[in-house]
């Protein structure tokens, strides 16, 4: 290894000793709570400025088109940022990159507020999304640290809560917020809680050893992640508006990924000392359980996606209303987590893992068989039982994939893990909502290809709709025919997402146990 190995602890430069035993902060339940607060509000603001893009838009006199990359530069800078956590914890240590990462998400989320054009708003929240990036995988290393063997499952399933229940408070709360006050607002409520959270577990966490590195710089590696993350999420972000490959912007886009991630690859395998750490995929728990939550990820985020989508193109439910409806899949992950992280670990994890993948398999199932009459109750109780499912699901996959790393391998994995389930996100949200409109436009020419202007039971039916204006009639037909069509094409893809919860059982149990054996702590490792 080509970095020169210290330790920081006390501040005296020697090294701690096993004997010292595991580092416990002076209040584990304060420590959790500032660690907590801030994934909490970094995971939120994923999420929270969607419903409030319009306003933002017409405030600062920006189009809709350019509205979406507060959304975009956000997406695509965390993106970047995530895989990098491993290489900035190994230099900075995790206490101070928690600090300065919860600190200068506060500074931007400031400047957003402050923000008085688009322009401004957009590199703001690009700066955001950067330093948000090694936020979730540090807090789930320090969390594993200050937690003992025993109780490191509790702590796995708060954080699994945290991830459930943030992004959909997301768009409820920033709807609320900019209709009752000023989206500057949305921005503005990170400040008291960043700023408390770095101050906790600041505090909390000072003296804790950690594995402290000096690594030389990957440039080559840097250079094509920022590039090849880069375009990959951009096109992904706008290969639906763009019409994919129809696009030169989307070819150009794609080929620019394609190379930048091909030497990426090949460098990272090859470099003595690499920025990211591909190599911590030879452990067989950790890319069973990265590959399961992946796709289980992947398939749980474009239900998300799709089911506010559909009650407000097909139902007719406002922005609002439709958040109200999908919200209910929150309920049981909040009531669960403690139960979950108490008992789960007493049983077989794959087994656990496998029974949230049968529940998120027959909601989807249900769902394929909606139709347009199904009522508010119905499609809350679905997202209620989702929640079960998804109560299940991180904790365990969680702690599998995090089983075969040695201590100061956790912070690294965590990132490259989530990183690669943030793309798996992207993925499916534009292959999910591409697929959907595909679909819909199949089956609406289908549903049409039969229907005759000169067919007299036809003209008598437009005419009954119209109420004796054709025209109108004409219209209101082809709209009924639309619902339909976009109806199939919603059970159509709740079918395959039903299916691919089914497959991913499998990968879950490529895992071996134990799944605890390399997570207790170790006092010179600091986890």
């Known amino acids: 290894?080509?970095?020169?190995?210290?330790?920081?602890?006390?501040?005296?430069?020697?090294?701690?000793?096993?004997?010292?035993?595991?580092?416990?902060?002076?209040?584990?339940?304060?420590?959790?709570?500032g660690l907590a607060l801030a994934s909490f509000m970094q995971v939120l603001d994923t999420t929270i400025a969607n419903v409030s893009l319009p306003t933002i838009s017409g405030n600062l006199g920006g189009s809709s088109s350019q509205a979406t990359w507060v959304i975009t530069s956000f997406a695509v800078s965390t993106a970047i940022a995530l895989p990098l956590t491993g290489f900035l914890t190994r230099r900075f240590g995790e206490r101070k990159l928690f600090m300065w990462s919860t600190l200068l998400f506060v500074m931007a989320s400031l400047l957003c507020g402050l923000a008085n054009s688009m322009g401004l708003l957009v590199a703001a929240r690009a700066l955001q999304g950067f330093v948000a990036g090694p936020m979730y995988p540090v807090t789930q290393a320090l969390l594993i640290s200050i937690y003992p063997p025993n109780k490191r499952g509790q702590a796995l399933a708060l954080l699994a809560m945290v991830t459930v229940v943030a992004p959909i408070a997301g768009p409820i709360l920033g709807g609320w917020i900019t209709d009752n006050y000023s989206w500057e607002w949305i921005f503005f409520i990170n400040i008291p809680i960043g700023i408390f959270s770095s101050v906790v577990v600041g505090r909390q966490l000072k003296g804790r050893?950690?594995?402290?590195?000096?690594?030389?710089?990957?440039?080559?590696?840097?250079?094509?992640?920022?590039?090849?993350?880069?375009?990959?999420?951009?096109?992904?972000?706008?290969?639906?508006?763009?019409?994919?490959?129809?696009?030169?912007?989307?070819?150009?886009?794609?080929?620019?990924?394609?190379?930048?991630?091909?030497?990426?690859?090949?460098?990272?395998?090859?470099?003595?000392?690499?920025?990211?750490?591909?190599?911590?995929?030879?452990?067989?728990?950790?890319?069973?359980?990265?590959?399961?939550?992946?796709?289980?990820?992947?398939?749980?985020?474009?239900?998300?996606?799709?089911?506010?989508?559909?009650?407000?193109?097909?139902?007719?439910?406002?922005?609002?209303?439709?958040?109200?409806?999908s919200a209910p899949i929150g309920i049981l992950p909040v009531l669960l987590t403690p139960f979950v992280g108490l008992y789960a670990a007493r049983f077989d994890l794959r087994?656990?893992?496998?029974?949230?993948?049968?529940?998120?398999?027959?909601?989807?199932?249900?769902?394929?068989?909606?139709?347009?009459?199904?009522?508010?109750?119905?499609?809350?109780?679905?997202?209620?039982?989702?929640?079960?499912?998804?109560?299940?699901?991180?904790?365990?996959?969680?702690?599998?994939?995090?089983?075969?790393?040695?201590?100061?391998?956790?912070?690294?994995?965590?990132?490259?893990?989530?990183?690669?389930?943030?793309?798996?996100?992207?993925?499916?949200?534009?292959?999910?909502?591409?697929?959907?409109?595909?679909?819909?436009?199949?089956?609406?020419?289908?549903?049409?290809?039969?229907?005759?202007?000169?067919?007299?039971?036809?003209?008598?039916?437009?005419?009954?709709?119209?109420?004796?204006?054709?025209?109108?009639?004409?219209?209101?037909?082809?709209?009924?025919?639309?619902?339909?069509?976009?109806?199939?094409?919603?059970?159509?893809?709740?079918?395959?997402?039903?299916?691919?919860?089914?497959?991913?059982?499998?990968?879950?149990?490529?895992?071996?146990p134990p799944f605890t054996a390399k997570m207790g702590g170790t006092a010179a490792g600091g986890h």
């Open 1 to 33: 290894m080509s970095a020169q190995a210290t330790t920081a602890g006390d501040g005296t430069g020697a090294a701690p000793t096993a004997a010292a035993g595991p580092f416990r902060p002076a209040s584990l339940p304060l420590t959790t709570m």
């Open 209 to 325: 050893p950690e594995r402290l590195e000096k690594p030389k710089m990957d440039y080559v590696g840097l250079a094509t992640l920022v590039i090849g993350v880069g375009a990959l999420q951009v096109l992904l972000d706008l290969g639906n508006d763009e019409d994919w490959f129809n696009s030169p912007t989307i070819v150009v886009l794609a080929i620019v990924a394609a190379i930048a991630l091909a030497v990426f690859l090949i460098w990272e395998l090859t470099e003595k000392d690499p920025i990211v750490n591909l190599r911590l995929f030879r452990h067989r728990n950790f890319a069973a359980g990265t590959l399961a939550l992946t796709i289980a990820y992947s398939a749980f985020f474009a239900v998300g996606l799709l089911v506010p989508l559909w009650l407000q193109r097909n139902l007719g439910y406002t922005a609002i209303w439709a958040g109200f409806a």
């Open 351 to 512: 087994l656990v893992a496998s029974l949230a993948f049968v529940v998120l398999a027959v909601t989807s199932f249900i769902r394929a068989g909606f139709n347009l009459d199904v009522d508010f109750n119905h499609v809350a109780m679905v997202q209620l039982w989702q929640g079960l499912g998804v109560a299940l699901f991180f904790m365990p996959v969680l702690t599998i994939l995090l089983s075969d790393l040695a201590p100061h391998e956790i912070a690294a994995g965590s990132g490259l893990a989530t990183f690669v389930r943030t793309l798996g996100g992207s993925f499916a949200a534009s292959l999910t909502t591409w697929a959907w409109t595909q679909r819909s436009t199949i089956h609406h020419a289908q549903l049409t290809e039969h229907i005759s202007a000169t067919d007299p039971a036809m003209q008598q039916t437009v005419g009954a709709l119209g109420q004796g204006d054709l025209q109108r009639g004409a219209m209101l037909l082809d709209r009924m025919i639309a619902q339909q069509a976009w109806q199939i094409g919603f059970n159509e893809i709740f079918h395959v997402l039903g299916i691919a919860f089914v497959v991913v059982i499998a990968f879950v149990w490529l895992a071996r």
